[in-house]
């Protein structure tokens, strides 16, 4: 895949500005696009869609579907427009922090806004959904009846429900699924009305030649509809647990590695079924996006396998994947738009795989300056078939970066590199220069740093499980100023 010259901002959707306590896909997106057609930007880059959890941490990228979208994500000002909400019930909101996200009074205020559409459209269902349902059959069904079956066992994992639902026994399955119908059709609404709002904000999108850049996670949750419909894509036990988990081996950044705990795939089973479910899976996010970046993609070359009592990730291997016949079955089925996430420790057969399928990498300026000559992030090193950001969703924002995270050598290299002193001052606004002047095709700059904001605006801290996903911008916070500011240089580096 080779991108077209131009540049975008990442921003996800919970982190735009609303009445109703997060982000949405009601009027705010829309201006959004609006801001970026002005700004002269092509893409807008978000993080995954996928339904967030308060015991995952409300991250997007732990989640108990891989194919289902979030419903805190739907537009109550688009429910009314629709008959859906009457303005009364919108119009008294429970006291929201305007710029951060209370995903816990979030849920709760949006959980019931959602039953009040529920009673009303339920009257007068339509045909759109009946071919949403069969559209979506291949997921949709497991997981409405996985959400059903959780909700009635008070939000346990499903390795803890009794046997015959555990195991997915046939007629088990049928009688809780007549037992819990309303439960189900509830689920699959919600599902129905945030692809619905999804595909309008898209729609719009592609009007204003503004293209969306999705983000999928490689690896499922155990606890995800995923692991239960499929555990023989899995490297489970007898008792369909994970004998071996995910993570990623010691580093300059840790001692002990990280030790996600995520399950690992089954390769040979996935690829005694011709790899569907990855087929599925990709195939979903590419109809809802334009590009897909797969996030850790060096774990489809070869993953470090970590056996599962072990509490840190020192004691794992390396384990190859069977990427030539993964990326064929790909590649035949799906218009491959694809963008690896190739950050941290990369080795030749990931570079390898990167070109021979022609994949787009991502650099990162942050990572630039600790030394001037090898370093690979510095951007007289970039193929043109690339991604440049100042910094991504789990980096500092650069100000916070340059005034807490910097060495002395990098400071120093930054005032080297630019022939000019360097100050937290004027940082961010050359390094989003940089960026936009360099050789790679797209250069992708986060809102935080368009804005020059601090550490208390940072969207991840990696190995932390508490405080982020949070920030969202205030109402009428990017402003013309820093809009005309991206134009400019848009424009100067011939990216419009």
Known sequence: MYLKRGSGILLHISSLPSPFGIGDLGPAAFQFVDQLKKAQQKYWQILPLNPTAAIYGNSPYLSVSAFALNPLLVSPELLMHDGLLDRTEIATLPAFPADKVDFTTVTTYKTQLL????????????????????????????????????????????????????????????????ELADDILFVQFQQYLVQKQW?????????????????????????SADVWCNPDYFKLDEHKQPYVVAGVPPDYFSATGQRWGNPIYNWPK????????????????????????????????????IPAEENTAINGEWVPVPT???????????????????????????????QRYQLPGMKVLQFAFDDLETNSYLPHHYPENCIVYTGTHDNNTTLAWYQKNASETEKWNLGAYFKKDITAENVIWNLIELA?????????????????????????????????????????????????????????????
């Open 199 to 223: 595909h309008h904000l898209k729609k719009y999108c592609v009007e204003k030649d503004i293209q969306i850049i999705g983000d999928l996670p490689i690896y499922v949750e155990y606890g």
């Open 270 to 305: 996935l690829q005694q079924d011709h790899f569907s479910w990855w087929i599925a899976r990709l195939s979903r996010n590419l109809r809802l996006f334009d590009i897909v970046r797969i996030d850790h993609f060096r774990g489809l070359v070869a993953y470090w396998e």
């Open 324 to 354: 030539t016949e993964l990326m064929a079955a790909l590649q035949k089925t799906l218009n491959f738009n694809v963008i690896a996430e190739d950050l941290g420790l990369i080795t030749d057969d990931v570079k390898e795989a990167m």
């Open 436 to 496: 936009l002047s360099s050789r790679a095709h797209v250069a992708i700059i986060p809102a935080q740093d368009i804005l020059q904001l601090d550490g208390s605006a940072r969207m991840n801290t990696p190995g932390t499980r508490f405080d982020n996903w949070e920030w969202r911008l205030k109402m009428n916070q990017l402003g013309a100023n820093e809009l005309n500011q991206l134009a400019e240089l848009t424009k100067k580096y011939d990216r419009v």
């Open 115 to 178: 039953q009040k559409a529920f009673f009303r459209w339920e009257r007068s269902r339509d045909q759109q959904f009946e071919t949403f349902l069969q559209e979506q059959a291949g997921w949709l069904e497991d997981y409405s009846l996985f959400m059903a079956l959780k909700e009635a066992h008070a939000g346990v994992n499903w390795h803890e429900w009794p046997a015959e639902l555990r195991d997915r026994e046939p007629a088990a399955l049928a009688t809780k699924a007549k």
